[in-house]
């Protein structure tokens, strides 16, 4: 099993619709998560980090559901600029006693006129 | 600009011919990483390095090198490269080795490599 687990879609919308992508990951001690986002055949980018208690930023909203293992996305008013691929990030803990991220292998956002 | 600049963008070669693949950042950052990047995969760890002379294996170190000689510097070696390391590779940066503590991951912009 992945340690990190996301559709890969694609989901294709048209703008203005209201979105959501779920991602599970395995190590219920991670702590730390986050989304990043990637352009075609661009380099990811933070999009936004996942707090416990849920946090907003303008049209994008995420959710952390610790007892379930899931964060999720939600994307609402879509534009044609958020198509893009999604990726879950977590932390894990390694042996050497810090963390390391873990990536999902993205979900595919499309946004049609 | 702060940034992460990897060279070259594209790159095809043949089985066995070395190459490397430069990376270097602007920001000071301590914590420089590679990753490869396949289809249904997600970005893999390749190698990381937590600051100068200090590096170590990630989750698919096999066929890589990787050197740390001066912070900004973060080049990856293949010595004799093989199909299956046809994928396209990022770079990273940053400020801490902890992404629980530190900076967000900045990425380069990505080399595509195609080996035949």
């Known amino acids: 099993r992945k340690e990190v687990e996301q559709d890969p879609g694609p989901f294709n919308v048209p703008e203005g619709a209201t979105v959501a992508f779920n991602c599970t990951y395995s190590n219920s001690a991670s702590q730390s998560f986050f989304w990043y986002r990637q352009d075609c055949r661009k380099e990811p980018k933070l999009l936004m980090s996942?707090?416990?208690s849920g946090n907003e930023d303008g049209r994008f909203t995420a959710q952390l559901n610790r007892a379930s293992q899931y964060i999720s996305l939600l994307i609402r008013d879509s534009k044609l600029s958020d198509s893009a691929t999604y990726l879950c990030v977590v932390t894990s803990r390694v042996s050497g006693g810090y963390n390391k991220l873990i990536f999902g292998a993205g979900t595919r956002l499309a946004v049609h006129p | 600009e702060a940034q992460v600049t990897q060279n070259p963008r594209y790159l095809i070669t043949v089985t066995g011919k070395k190459l490397t693949v430069t990376c270097s950042q602007n920001m000071n950052h301590e914590y420089m990483s590679w990753y490869r990047q396949d289809p249904g995969l997600g970005l893999r760890q390749i190698y990381y390095s937590m600051n100068v002379e200090v590096t170590d294996k990630g989750d698919v170190p096999e066929g890589y090198k990787v050197s740390r000689k001066e912070k900004r510097n973060f080049p990856l070696i293949l010595e004799s490269p093989s199909p299956n390391q046809t994928s396209l590779y990022f770079c990273?940066?940053?400020?801490?080795?902890?992404?629980?503590?530190?900076?967000?991951?900045?990425f380069g912009n990505g080399t595509r490599l195609t080996v035949t």
């Open positions: 996942v707090y416990s």
């Open positions: 990273a940066s940053s400020s801490h080795f902890d992404p629980e503590v530190g900076s967000p991951l900045h």
